[in-house]
């Protein structure tokens, strides 16, 4: 448990702020003490330690970073080795391959990724998820038109599969979920976030 005394005061945790549930990832990491400012222009995110890339849809994302100038921005955060937490879409973006359909895609992480493999809105589901970086208490993982990893690369750390598919990964300041940890109300992926 990250304790609010242990968290700098130069802890400003982005969230990008064009659609998906960033006020609910906003919402848990104040819960634990931190700071956080919505990101919708470069000179937001060069103000930031952290950035929380939200669920939402994927496409529509990379649009908009296009149109705000902000995919340099985030490609020299990720790059500079400051931490970044990207969940549901956001881990679609940041990917190096996306399939079902191919698009286009930020390559900030050794990935191969499917778009909404398990199915749609109505198929969401919620899981125990096995961490065991973060003790032996399940995660509860909230699936909700959910991407499916299918490959990784060497330097890509799987934290968390579910039914052999990788759901949480890591690579040096990045971290990945495929499921929305900001919903389960469990605060240790942002505790984990917050100290990479």
Do not use: W
């Not at 005061?9 to 956080?36: D, K, N, P, W």
């Not at 208490?137 to 750390?157: A, L, M, N, T």
Request: charged letters at 20%; glycine letters at 8%.
């Amino acid at each position: 448990m990250v304790r609010k005394s242990e968290i700098s005061s130069e802890v400003v945790v982005g969230l990008l702020a064009f659609q998906g549930a960033y006020r609910a990832h906003g919402t848990m990491l104040h819960s634990i003490g931190a700071s956080t400012m919505e990101v919708r222009t470069a000179d937001d995110l060069r103000r930031c330690s952290h950035l929380a890339i939200p669920g939402g849809e994927s496409t529509s994302f990379l649009k908009l970073l296009e149109f705000h100038d902000l995919t340099d921005a985030l490609r020299e955060h990720a790059k500079s080795g400051k931490p970044m937490l990207a969940t549901c879409a956001g881990l679609i973006m940041i990917s190096s391959e996306v399939i079902n359909p191919p698009q286009e895609s930020l390559g900030l992480i050794d990935l191969t990724i499917e778009r909404n493999a398990y199915g749609r809105q109505v198929d969401s589901f919620e899981a125990n998820l096995d961490i065991p970086l973060l003790g032996t208490k399940p995660f509860p993982g909230i699936f909700i038109r959910s991407p499916k990893i299918q490959s990784v690369g060497d330097d890509v750390e799987i934290l968390s599969s579910l039914n052999g598919n990788p759901v949480l990964i890591r690579r040096k300041n990045i971290i990945g979920a495929t499921f929305h940890p900001e919903l389960s109300g469990d605060t240790r992926i942002h505790e984990l976030f917050l100290k990479a």
